[in-house]
DNA sequence: TGACTCATGTCAGCATTCTGACATAAGCTC
DNA sequence: GAGCTTATGTCAGAATGCTGACATGAGTCA
């Protein structure tokens, strides 16, 4: 197994674990959305407009963890396909508040259910308090990355 | 704040947390290998080779996450640039096992310390036993996730 | 041996996301 | 107001990863 070596040790590295989870997640995601026509990030943005309406694009873009160009592409698909409606002109500065049509909300809908049953399934054999330690742990690693970064 | 909705709450959901993790940890590597011309995806690659000489194609792809054909391209990319060796014809089967080149073992050294200081970085803050509570945390969710994929 | 299943390497085409660039608007300082 | 910085929306092109497909080799089982 080579343990004796200088480099980082992937069966020990908690990067590389976290990595894992997530890809494990995001495949778990994926294969539940397909029936439904969508993906992670197209999911991702529906499920933030339906709890902070009139978001931006840039807000978007970061909520879903991509740049704003890609959202910028993906809300154009969605705004063609009659999922969400922006404002021809901007009302204050550029800044296009988006908002979910009542199509976009049902789509929305029948999409929570699966998702929501992934994560469930994720969460299965942890107890509430190991749950409340995951989070926190995170949280944790996510602001020691963001402060030096 | 809308609390009241059917929908997954981002705010408290874990899997969001999980995923803004990963994307905290990936964006945090990509600027530490930029200096050295590599990426996410190339340093694994190489990190894997050095610690498992000789593994093929699709568990080189297994192991980074992605496709066997997108390992393929990289693959193909490394050799030309002569960073790894592939014999030309397998030694048995289709599998053709994949070797670091010393250039390639140079290149991965100069790029394993800077991975190495982010993932120190990520853990600032943690204490023993919470590194070993995260590892233990992550892994079963891994687990609930793969057994009914 | 033959049929079946599974894993592998690889090619081609497509989808998605990114980087680079530009114009514009808001806020802040002098 | 003038100048600077920052943030936004958007277009264009490039990089990256994925799905689909095919041929091939190994293992299993009748």
């Known amino acids: 197994m080579s343990q004796d070596n200088a480099g980082v040790d992937l069966e020990t590295s908690l990067g590389y674990l976290l990595k894992e989870a997530s890809s494990a997640l995001r495949a778990a995601m994926e294969e539940a959305l ?11 943005c529906l499920e933030l407009l339906a709890q902070r309406p009139g978001l931006s694009n840039s807000e978007l873009a970061r909520g879903a963890f991509v740049t ?5 592409v993906l809300l154009q698909a969605l705004e ?17 508040p988006t908002r979910l049509t009542p199509l976009g909300r049902r789509s929305l809908e029948k999409a929570t259910a699966a998702v929501r049953s992934v994560e469930v399934r994720m969460l299965t054999g942890m107890t ?22």
């Open 128 to 149: 509430g308090t190991e749950q409340s330690e995951a989070f926190r742990l995170l949280r944790s690693m996510i602001r020691s990355l963001r402060d030096a970064g």
């Open 80 to 96: 063609r396909e009659g999922y969400v409606t922006r404002p021809a002109e901007a009302p204050v500065g550029k800044v296009l």
């Open 34 to 44: 397909r029936p439904f026509g969508m993906n992670v990030t197209r999911y991702a």
């Open 68 to 72: 704003r160009q890609s959202m910028n």
